[in-house]
């Protein structure tokens, strides 16, 4: 005690499907060939440049972007914990709600949120080992400093604009985990957690991405 093998393996199992899950989603949305509206910032272009940058500016022309190509508003934003991090002190949107150059204890997720004038900000906190089996582990944040805003419905409806949906089998539940005694070697068990889903992206003129917001 506390620990239980067979759960164990199968809560890593778990915890590794949903991370491949969301890899797989990030590596598709952060990709300038896929997401064909996109802007790539550097300098003091980034939102890490207090002085220069315009976080506003940049979200109201994705926004524009967006509309433009697909009639409809974006109502999410989806960025890692280090970028907002980033925007919670950021005295242009300080300014823009009513404060001064700081306020105690920063911006919340629903201060940005209301500044940006979407619905919800998504904030990634999944990191995961870039490094080669073996080799020193290097853990990076899944969404890097990218930002990427989404019309994203609550839910799915006939003649609806998205950028994509989440799908799986209705007659499935999210996952099926198998257990099965085996005797190579002997007294051991085999563990197998399926999923079955597919994240489809319906249509990119439903998001923007902002490539490297910050330094």
């Given at each position: 005690?506390?620990?239980?093998?067979?759960?164990?393996?199968?809560?890593?199992?778990?915890?590794?499907?949903?991370?491949?899950?969301?890899?797989?989603?990030?590596?598709?949305?952060?990709?300038?060939?896929?997401?064909?509206?996109?802007?790539?910032?550097?300098?003091?272009?980034?939102?890490?440049?207090?002085?220069?940058?315009?976080?506003?500016?940049?979200?109201?022309?994705?926004?524009a972007?967006?509309?433009?190509?697909?009639g409809?508003?974006?109502?999410?934003?989806?960025?890692?914990?280090?970028?907002?991090?980033?925007?919670?002190?950021?005295?242009?949107?300080?300014r823009?709600?009513?404060?001064?150059?700081?306020?105690?204890?920063?911006?919340?997720?629903?201060?940005?949120?209301?500044?940006?004038?979407?619905?919800?900000?998504?904030?990634?906190?999944?990191?995961y080992?870039?490094?080669?089996?073996?080799?020193?582990?290097?853990?990076?944040?899944?969404?890097?400093?990218?930002?990427?805003?989404?019309?994203?419905?609550?839910?799915?409806?006939?003649?609806?604009?998205?950028?994509?949906?989440?799908?799986?089998?209705?007659?499935?539940?999210?996952?099926?985990?198998?257990?099965?005694?085996?005797?190579?070697?002997?007294?051991?068990?085999?563990?197998?957690?399926?999923?079955?889903?597919?994240?489809?992206?319906?249509?990119?003129?439903?998001?923007?991405?902002?490539?490297?917001?910050?330094?």
């Open positions: 005690q506390p620990f239980d093998i067979e759960k164990d393996v199968t809560a890593q199992l778990t915890s590794l499907l949903y991370i491949g899950k969301e890899k797989a989603l990030a590596d598709s949305l952060r990709s300038t060939s896929i997401m064909t509206q996109n802007v790539t910032l550097s300098g003091t272009g980034q939102f890490s440049d207090y002085t220069n940058s315009d976080p506003i500016a940049i979200i109201n022309t994705a926004k972007a967006i509309r433009g190509a697909s409809v508003l974006p109502d999410t934003l989806i960025m890692d914990e280090n970028v907002i991090n980033v925007l919670r002190f950021h005295p242009k949107i300080l823009n709600l009513g404060y001064a150059d700081n306020r105690a204890g920063s911006l919340t997720d629903d201060d940005l949120a209301k500044a940006f004038r979407v619905k919800r900000i998504l904030v990634a906190d999944v990191v080992d870039s490094a080669k089996e073996g080799q020193t582990p290097s853990l990076q944040p899944l969404w890097g400093k990218d930002i990427i805003l989404a019309a994203l419905p609550d839910s799915p409806t006939k003649m609806q604009k998205s950028l994509g949906y989440y799908v799986t089998k209705s007659s499935e539940g999210p996952r099926k985990v198998y257990k099965t005694d085996v005797n190579n070697p002997p007294e051991s068990k085999s563990i197998i957690v399926k999923d079955s889903y597919d994240m489809v992206l319906t249509d990119v003129t439903c998001g923007y991405l902002i490539k490297n917001a910050i330094a």
